[in-house]
Nanobody, 125 residues
Framework: QVQLAESGGGLVQAGGSLRLSCAASGRTLSIYGMGWFRQAPGKEREFVAAIRWNSGSTSHADSVKGRFTISRDSAKNTVYLQMNSLKPGDTAAYFC??????????????????WGQGTQVTVSS
């Protein structure tokens, strides 16, 4: 099993920045890739970004390209989501996820095996 713990959410004004962290513990050697998803009230969970653990290859949703950056620190078993130029539309609960099956960076929630509890990001206008 893999346990994931997010941190770094909060309230920020439009145009501001936040950095989310996700610390993985447990069977971390089984992790092939990790991702960030977000879910706003009344909406489906949507893909934000993903990263392959070994190579560091990344993928970002079109809605966040140029503003958000996913990265990882292998020594700390931690993945980050740097969020810049935040907009009110970015307001959501942000979830960290991990995948233990090899493959191209998936964007569907069903392709991930483990999930964190989520951290709230609220962007005020």
């Amino acid at each position: 099993q893999v346990q994931l713990a997010e941190s770094g959410g909060g309230l920020v004004q439009a145009g501001g920045s936040l950095r989310l962290s996700c610390a993985a513990s447990g069977r971390t050697l089984s992790i092939y890739g990790m991702g960030w998803f977000r879910q706003a009230p009344g909406k489906e969970r949507e893909f934000v970004a993903a990263i392959r653990w070994n190579s560091g290859s990344t993928s970002h949703a079109d809605s966040v390209k140029g503003r958000f950056t996913i990265s990882r620190d292998s020594a700390k078993n931690t993945v980050y989501l740097q969020m810049n130029s935040l907009k009110p539309g970015d307001t959501a609960a942000y979830f960290c996820s991990a995948r233990s099956v090899p493959g191209f960076l998936p964007t569907r929630p069903s392709d991930y095996d483990y999930w964190g509890q989520g951290t709230q990001v609220t962007v005020s206008s």
